[in-house]
């Protein structure tokens, strides 16, 4: 089945540095799209990141920009976040979660299969 | 960024009950709207997008409207799994963003 599993969350030290991967599976992972989402304890939703199936464009959240980079294996089906600099506000969940395809002339950038999560906690 | 303001933050309901829950946008983002349910503990679900457009597999008391700035979902008649947080997101541009969340409780 149509599948996400996210890993490499944990405790750790402000300015250090954490990555993230997300192993895909049940799908074709090259010809889709494929996002980072994080949801602090108790807040809502925040996009960080995005990267379209052939891993050439890349964008990001105002909020992660310079400090986080979005990456991709299509090879072996994972996804990857890595982040540098963290800081006590990047502590959230981290989904990833696989773009929709829509019509060609569709905007993209919503989400129709997700992870369950991987706990990411900045604290000293 | 666009911003996307969600109302109420909070809605308290029955079983059986019709829910509205507005969602306006900052700006103009035509129809490039969807929608989410999230449990707790869960991740986030999609129900629908391009405003109006329902999932698949989405039971059908879910539905959308609106375009330009404002945009609703509607649930007809509230059955016991509804109860959960709802988010509107905007794909209009990127940076994505969601609304702050609605909250549907038991009445």
């Known amino acids: 089945q149509v599948q996400l599993v996210e890993s490499g969350g944990g405790v750790v030290q402000p300015g250090r540095s954490l990555r993230l991967s997300c192993a895909a599976s049940?799908?074709?992972?090259?010809?889709?799209?494929m996002h980072w989402v994080r949801q602090a304890p108790g807040k809502g939703l925040e996009w960080v990141a995005v990267?379209?199936?052939?891993?050439?464009?890349?964008f990001y959240g105002d909020s992660v920009k310079g400090r986080f980079t979005i990456s991709r294996d299509n090879s072996k089906n994972t996804l990857y976040l890595q982040m540098n600099s963290l800081r006590a506000e990047d502590t959230a969940v981290y989904y990833c979660?696989?773009?929709?395809?829509?019509?060609?002339?569709?905007?993209?950038?919503?989400?129709?299969?997700w992870g369950q999560g991987t706990m990411v906690t900045v604290s000293s | 960024d666009i911003q996307m303001t969600q109302s109420p933050s909070t809605l308290s309901a029955s079983v059986g009950d019709r829910v509205t829950i507005t969602c306006r946008a900052s700006?103009?983002?035509?129809?490039?709207l969807a929608w989410y349910q999230q449990k707790p503990g869960k991740a986030p679900k999609l129900l629908i997008y391009?405003?109006?457009s329902l999932e698949s597999g989405v039971p059908s008391r879910f539905s959308g409207s609106g375009s330009g700035t404002e945009f609703t979902l509607t649930i007809s008649s509230l059955q016991p799994d509804d109860f959960a947080t709802y988010y509107c997101?905007?794909?209009?541009?990127?940076?994505?963003?969601f609304g702050q969340g609605t909250k549907v409780e038991i009445k």
């Open positions: 049940g799908f074709t992972f090259s010809s889709y799209g």
């Open positions: 391009k405003a109006s």
């Open positions: 990267i379209w199936d052939d891993g050439n464009n890349k």
């Open positions: 700006q103009s983002i035509s129809s490039w």
């Open positions: 979660a696989r773009e929709k395809k829509l019509e060609w002339n569709d905007a993209r950038g919503i989400f129709d299969i």
């Open positions: 997101q905007q794909y209009n541009s990127f940076s994505l963003t």
